[in-house]
């Protein structure tokens, strides 16, 4: 199997306050994690890419400084949103590839719906 | 011009119709082609996965790559409610993790 989980599911919060969101690859060790978010009837878009050990790669327009990413092991990543915002309330969906394989498969977590205040 | 093309539909089916969706891309560089299925509120879920050009079958489901139209397809037959939910395509380059998606495809799936 290929399961990744988050949590929480849901946050609600007042502005801001900073929310972390963790995702976990529970039966597969993930040598990369992504973190997208997702606006009502809109595609994916992807925040940044985050490898164990090293530096999150943001993609442009993205800050690094609001949206801190920690890949502290091959298992687990986290997303905290700092000092949130109205217009930072999206779904925020992490996902995570294997170790050792040559294919780019990717594997969603559930999903994370943050609202804030 | 967008990388990945995705009508983002709705597209409503009566059960046991054909779904039939499709995307197009502009960049000859892909080579693997993913079709996700999301329900309401929850994560992505992977459906097909094929490399290069062809075609792929698992149970219901059909995906078609024509990598010379720069085009794929997802096809469902015998529809069924549960079917009802949004399909993404999605694609990436040999050696790189990032994924471009495409917008969506909303797919009802009408009793």
């Known amino acids: 199997g290929a399961v990744v989980s988050q949590h929480p599911s849901r946050v609600i919060c007042k502005s801001g306050t900073s929310v972390k969101i963790e995702c976990r690859s529970l039966d597969f060790q993930a040598t990369t994690m992504f973190w997208y978010r997702q606006f009502p009837k809109q595609s994916l878009m992807l925040m940044a890419t985050s490898n164990e050990g090293s530096k999150a790669t943001y993609e442009q327009g993205v800050e690094k400084d609001k949206f801190l990413i920690n890949h502290a092991s091959l298992t687990l990543s986290t997303l905290t949103v700092t000092s949130a915002h109205p217009e930072d309330s999206s779904f925020y969906i992490c996902?995570?590839?294997?170790?050792?394989?040559?294919?780019?498969?990717?594997?969603f977590g559930p999903g994370t719906r943050l609202t804030v205040l | 011009q967008k990388e990945v093309e995705q009508d983002p539909g709705p597209l409503s089916v009566p059960e046991g119709a054909i779904v039939s969706l499709n995307c197009t891309y502009s960049n000859s560089a892909f080579q693997y082609f993913m079709w996700y299925r999301q329900y309401s509120r929850k994560g992505p879920e992977l459906l097909m996965y094929?490399?290069?050009?062809g075609n792929k079958e698992d149970g219901r489901f059909t995906a078609q790559v024509d990598k010379s139209s720069k085009y794929i397809s997802l096809f469902i037959r015998d529809s069924q409610p549960s079917d009802s939910a949004t399909y993404l395509c999605?694609?990436?380059?040999?050696?790189?993790?990032?994924?471009?998606f495409g917008k969506g495809n909303q797919v009802v799936v009408i009793p």
């Open positions: 094929t490399y290069s050009s």
């Open positions: 999605a694609m990436s380059f040999y050696g790189n993790n990032r994924l471009a």
């Open positions: 996902s995570a590839t294997k170790l050792a394989t040559s294919t780019d498969t990717q594997y």
